[in-house]
Every structure is written in C-alpha cells, then in structure tokens.
C-alpha cells in the first residue's frame, strides 16, 4: 500500500508541478512575444474574454481529454489548455501597471531596445506574482487529475 502511495504521489507532484510551470512560462512567453512585435499590452477585448470563459467551462477539460485519449497525456494537455488563462489575467495586470512605472519609463527614454525593457526590466517583475500563484496552481491541478481520475478519463490505475 505504501509503494502505491509514494507513486501516486510522484505523478501527481509531477504533473502539477509540470503542467502549472508550463502554463505560466507560455503566457509570459506570448506577452513578451506581443510586446516585441509592438502591439499594445493591453488584450484586445475578444482574448480577454477568452481568459474568462474557459475556466467556467468544466466540460472543456473533458472534451479535450476525450479527443486526445484517456492517459497522462490527455491530462496534461487539458489542464496545460485550460489553466494558463489565469496567469495572462495576472501578466495582463502587471503588465499595466510595469509600463507606466519610473524604470520603464527611463529604459525607453535611454533608446533600449523593445527586446531589452520586456526581458531585463518587465519580466522579471511580472514572474513574482505569478510565482506566488504557481504555488497553489500546482494543488489545483493535482485536484483536477483527481476529478479526471475519478471519472474514469484520467490515468488508469496499474
């Protein structure tokens, strides 16, 4: 019993922390991407629609688990698809606030390059929140495998 445990335990740990770093890392990646191809950091309405929208829908996970097949890969790809929406929320708001900040300010009077302010000056203030919401994103998604387990499309038990 102890040895099913300790590697019930391994999955899990690894599939939350995995697919909660994943999420924070792809949307801090496509922010950064947004602000080197000089769009404005504020979403268009539509996307951030999006971001409300698809945690609400619970069946989205199941769909997507459906499509891609019962197994920790279906897993990871839908709480990869559906959890990220949370950190854009979180880079979106930061993002606001960081541009108008002193710093910044100096960096684009200095002539810094676009690549230069978003990767030494705003993303590393954007990670600290997003670290602190890491942390118990990591026990929502361990949660959500317990769901999916539970309803028969998660990992099979060996």
């Known amino acids: 019993m102890l040895v099913r445990v ?10 939350g922390f995995v ?3 994943i999420s924070m890392l792809m949307r801090d990646g ?7 191809l000089r769009r404005d950091t504020r979403e268009p309405h539509h ?5 409300r929208v698809v945690p609400a829908v619970p069946v989205l996970v199941l769909a997507i688990v459906a499509a891609v097949g019962p197994g920790l890969a279906g897993v990871y790809v839908a ?7 949370i950190y854009a929320r979180i880079s979106y708001s930061q993002m606001l606030v960081l541009r108008e900040k002193q710093f910044i300010l100096a960096a684009r009077t200095l002539a810094f390059s ?28 361990i949660l959500g ?6 309803l028969g499309v998660g990992i099979p038990a060996t």
């Not at 496509?30 to 080197?36: A, P, V």
């Not at 676009?114 to 890491?134: E, T, Y």
């Open 47 to 51: 996307a951030h629609g999006r971001c």
């Open 145 to 150: 495998l317990a769901i999916l387990s539970y």
């Open 6 to 15: 300790i590697y019930g335990a391994r999955v899990d740990l690894t599939l």
């Open 79 to 85: 709480i990869i698809a559906v959890s990220w929406t």
């Open 114 to 141: 676009d690549a230069r302010i978003v990767f030494k000056h705003a993303l590393p203030n954007v990670f600290g929140p997003n670290i602190a919401w890491l942390i118990s994103d990591i026990i929502a998604n």
């Open 30 to 36: 496509l922010g950064c991407l947004r602000r080197l």
């Open 19 to 21: 697919t909660a770093t």
